[in-house]
């Protein structure tokens, strides 16, 4: 049993590492942020992304993760409350009074079930990993081969698979689409907020704002870099009272990079590209620019 406390608890301490490095990019590889009247209606799949993203609804879903986290801001809840329940556990374990330091009576029968979760949370998320791994090359992009040049284009105006399009785009929208992806990866590496309230809305600025002292807190920065969008369509695009919608879904790569205080990798990999998919909705007040009000993930398969 000894042995057994001590492996959990190496596995914990692994898994709480890996979280905060893995999908650092901007929005941290969660759903989160408001599509208007939408907001809690799934995105129309497209050729781009054909997969199914849950609604946002309020609360921020990790892409990878069959667990939504609770409350704006993704990863705030799991290294919050969580963190302490996990940090409290591998300590017990480590000095031998078990997972969570000998509770009697009623806190005994709470502990107990805080252990399953964590272990039913544990195997999940290595589960998933494993899964993930043959998972990251994604589609041809529409036309065939992969865009080859920085001249080819990548975003495209594709009709959804219903009439629900009820907004007519121009090409300068999509190319401010595009150029948006770039900017907000980069005021996000950059840790300008500055930026970030310029290109996105107040509600998708203060996100990002707290996922930044999260990383900052735990004393790591991410570095995302050499973004380009290598496919990408309209998935739709409407009009309300707040202004126009638009989401669009973007598959586009990345060298995506976390490092410690010493300016050590601890996640990632310089000069790795890796892929993401991902809808992105756009709001454009009336008389504004258009702004990032919304990121989505796919749901797992085995969701």
Do not use: K
């Amino acid at each position: 049993m000894r042995s057994a406390a001590m492996v959990l608890a190496l596995l914990l301490a692994m898994a709480c590492i890996a979280a905060p490095g893995a999908q650092a990019r901007a929005g941290s590889g969660f759903s989160m942020g408001s599509r208007g009247s939408r907001t809690f209606l799934a995105p129309s799949p497209t050729r781009t992304a054909p997969g199914y993203a849950p609604p946002l609804g309020g609360a921020p879903y990790a892409a990878g993760s069959a667990y939504p986290a609770a409350n704006r801001g993704g990863t705030t809840f799991m290294h919050g409350f969580m963190g302490g329940l996990i940090g409290a556990g591998i300590g017990g374990l480590l000095l031998g009074h078990g997972l969570f330091w000998g509770m009697r009576g009623v806190g005994s029968l709470f502990g107990l079930l805080i252990q399953l979760l964590l272990i039913l949370l544990l195997v999940g998320w290595l589960m998933r990993r494993l899964a993930a791994g043959g998972t990251s090359a994604g589609s041809e992009p529409m036309g065939g081969a992969a865009p080859r040049g920085p001249a080819a284009p990548a975003l495209r105006r594709v009709p959804p698979p219903s009439n629900r399009t009820q907004l007519e785009l121009l090409p300068e929208d999509f190319q401010q689409f595009e150029a948006a992806l770039q900017r907000v990866q980069a005021a996000w590496s950059a840790g300008d907020l500055a930026a970030l309230r310029q290109l996105a809305t107040p509600d998708m600025a203060a996100t990002f704002a707290q996922q930044l002292r999260d990383l900052q807190a735990r004393g790591l920065r991410n570095e995302v870099s050499e973004v380009r969008l290598l496919q990408g369509d309209l998935a739709e695009a409407w009009r309300e009272n707040r202004g126009d919608y638009a989401t669009v879904a973007m598959r586009f790569s990345m060298v995506d990079v976390t490092r410690d205080a010493a300016g050590a990798v601890v996640d990632g990999a310089p000069g790795e590209h890796v892929q993401a998919t991902e809808w992105w909705t756009f709001l454009r007040p009336p008389g504004g620019r258009w702004q990032l009000a919304a990121i989505q993930q796919e749901a797992p398969l085995n969701r």
